[in-house]
């Protein structure tokens, strides 16, 4: 089976710009959550789609937002971008949610 | 929300050496997870022991996990240059579909 994939690889934007990634899981897998990895922070939720439904959500700002479509993949959108938004986005897709997560390689976004 | 606390945050060692870290969290849990991530790229899973298990192996793994003392280690025997990377303990919450939640990882590095 084909891995998670994430698209686009590498981003840059300035601040105050709105950015979409996006999340294509493993054939099958219904869950799709979505973390932020900073060299501060470490990994953090920012939410959790099962069957097109938010099922969970972390404590980031309305500015992130997500969806994920009846093909089970995902997007998730941040508006209104900080600089602190600079991060890797990891997207991890599993069967039905918090056992093994499947990881893509990452979106790396640097907001300048 | 809890958060697992790995340690030591960096161990460097000799190939052919064993690793050894830790991961201590706060809550009852359903099950822990270890992955491991190669610098910038997106984790990989490793194993998955679950509250009602003491210890699980897995080639040259070894986890075990006290809930006693709501602690797990895991343990890489025979190191490879090709372990460097940075390794993360996750749990859930033990309340039914909630996030895992990450550690911030231990940064191994294996000399060879």
């Known amino acids: 089976k084909a891995g998670v994939t994430q698209t686009p690889r590498y981003l840059i934007k300035t601040r105050g710009q709105q950015v979409t990634l996006s999340c294509s899981p493993i054939s099958g897998h219904r869950s799709v959550s979505w973390y932020q990895q900073t060299p501060g922070q470490g990994l953090q939720f920012l939410f959790e789609y099962f069957s097109e439904t938010q099922r969970n959500k972390g404590n980031f700002p309305g500015r992130f937002s997500g969806r994920q479509f009846s093909n089970s993949r995902s997007e998730m959108n941040v508006s209104t971008l900080e600089l602190g938004d600079s991060a890797l986005y990891l997207c991890a897709s599993s069967l039905q949610g918090v056992e093994t997560q499947y990881f893509g390689p990452g979106t790396r976004l640097l907001v300048l | 929300s809890q958060q697992g606390e790995e340690d030591p945050q960096a161990l460097s060692i000799q190939e052919g050496e064993n690793a050894t870290m830790n991961c201590s969290y706060k809550t009852s849990i359903n099950n822990l997870q270890w992955y491991r991530q190669n610098s910038g790229r997106g984790l990989v899973h490793l194993i998955l022991?679950?509250?009602?298990?003491r210890e699980k192996h897995s080639g040259r793994l070894r986890v075990t996990l006290d809930t006693s003392k709501k602690s797990s280690s895991l343990l890489i025997t025979a190191s490879r240059a090709a372990d460097t990377a940075s390794y993360f303990c996750?749990?859930?919450?033990?309340?039914?579909?909630?996030?895992?939640?990450f550690g911030k990882g231990t940064r191994l590095s294996v000399i060879a």
């Open positions: 022991i679950r509250s009602n298990e």
């Open positions: 996750a749990t859930d919450e033990g309340s039914g579909n909630t996030p895992l939640v």
